[in-house]
């Protein structure tokens, strides 16, 4: 694989198209994939498309830069995606975080979330999920209080925001985290049928559902 984030969507878009393709190592290498694959430029075209990536203390000009380039750099392929369509898409970063020095802004994702849903110029979704989003961490931090100890290491605060981003529905796609996996976290959080629609329906922000997604992240 080229990379991580390829790892990634790849994985994704087998399991969303039902694929069945055991072991993925390249794109070009599964016809049936690479035709699946091709299908992301119309998807982008229709949906907002919200990519985080670890800053890795770099300006956020720099990053997308370096960001651009990694999509770019094999331009003979049709997959990759050219100027607008990379246009198309609203790169967020996070701050550097490690052990030694702990930046707190790293645990408050709870504003770059609002952030994207404020940019997605749709004022009901973003209303809803203003209303949505406080209902559910309120119910979350009823039932497991979140210590100050807990946000010495960002692994735990990042879970929900992990497993909520498997959901295509609204293109939140984790990479590029040093502190986890996103590979095996994808995987794992895929792995099983029921986990995937507990996902697809809270993402509708159906409050229903909550309870059983904070079983699921416990």
Known sequence: MEGESDKIFLTLLNKVKNLCIDSIFSCK??????????????YLKLKDIYIVFDSDNQTKETKIQEIKKQLQENPEEEHRLNNEEFNQI?????PENDETEHDPNYCELEHLLE???KESENKAFYEVFCESYKEFFNKIKQIKPIQSEQKKRAKCWLQPYITLSVCLERGFVPCGLNDLDPVSTTAKMIDKPK?????KKFFNFDLTELQALIDFLN
Not at 90 to 94: C, G, V
């Open 115 to 117: 952030k994207m849903a």
């Open 90 to 94: 609203k790169i967020f970063l996070l």
């Open 195 to 199: 986990n995937t629609e507990i996902l």
């Open 29 to 42: 290498s599964n016809t049936k994939l690479f035709e699946k694959a091709e299908s992301i430029k119309e």
